[in-house]
T-cell receptor
Framework: DARTTQPPSMDCAEGRAANLPCNHSTISGNEYVYWYRQIHSQGPQYIIHGLKNNETNEMASLIITEDRKSSTLILPHATLRDTAVYYCTSSRNAGNMLTFGGGTRLMVKP | EAGVAQSPRYKIIEKRQSVAFWCNPISGHATLYWYQQILGQGPKLLIQFQNNGVVDDSQLPKDRFSAERLKGVDSTLKIQPAKLEDSAVYLC??????????????FGPGTRLTVL
């Protein structure tokens, strides 16, 4: 019962921007959108989160559409170490529980 | 700042045996979560604690799984008896526990369980 949908896989050339889309058309107005990534054999790593406004940190930028039905995670200059599964998730109203879907497997190629 | 610690990192058992996993959250984090991640899938929440109380355990298979967080810090997750389908990575996460600007969860490295 994932509440977000993402493409199963994407490729990106090293040094180029990686734009990972996510659809979350059913999330409520006060639910945050979170992005995590998971490199093989490691726990998910927090990247960024947002509610309505676009956000930027040292790792990535998050662009949320005005209607909040979708968002895009941008890795501005992808490196080989960015190869991972990227999860877009949302928090439920009560308890901040995250529901993960299948994620997008991003392959950064030389 | 130390992250979420989990042990053991790997465990192999036979079906019908019991197993326990341990988690130490980030210092000061009131909320602790246990997730199960089956190969090829995203993590699935099993149970959430706020301090030493259970917030949600609706997806915990209570006939065989149990979890506790007696002093509101460390937590253990137990499976007894284990089944083949319990083979998965068990992830622990923690968060400060207030919404404010969201309540970001930070994950540990996980325990990989193989049931033979």
């Amino acid at each position: 019962d994932a509440r977000t949908t993402q493409p199963p896989s994407m490729d990106c050339a090293e040094g180029r921007a990686a734009n990972l889309p996510c659809n979350h058309s059913t999330i409520s107005g006060n639910e945050y959108v979170y992005w995590y990534r998971q490199i093989h054999s490691q726990g998910p790593q927090y990247i960024i989160h947002g509610l309505k406004n676009n956000e930027t940190n040292e790792m990535a930028s998050l662009i949320i559409t005005e209607d909040r039905k979708s968002s895009t995670l941008i890795l501005p200059h992808a490196t080989l170490r960015d190869t991972a599964v990227y999860y877009c998730t949302s928090s439920r109203n009560a308890g901040n529980m995250l529901t993960f879907g299948g994620g997008t497997r991003l392959m950064v190629k030389p | 700042e130390a992250g979420v610690a989990q042990s053991p990192r790997y465990k192999i058992i036979e079906k019908r045996q019991s197993v326990a996993f341990w988690c130490n959250p980030i210092s000061g984090h009131a909320t602790l979560y246990w997730y199960q991640q089956i190969l090829g899938q995203g993590p699935k929440l099993l149970i959430q604690f706020q301090n030493n109380g259970v917030v949600d355990d609706s997806q915990l298979p209570k006939d065989r799984f149990s979890a506790e967080r007696l002093k509101g810090v460390d937590s253990t997750l137990k499976i007894q008896p284990a089944k083949l389908e319990d083979s998965a990575v068990y992830l622990c996460a923690s968060s400060l526990g207030f919404r404010g600007d969201g309540d970001t969860q930070y994950f540990g490295p996980g325990t990989r369980l193989t049931v033979l």
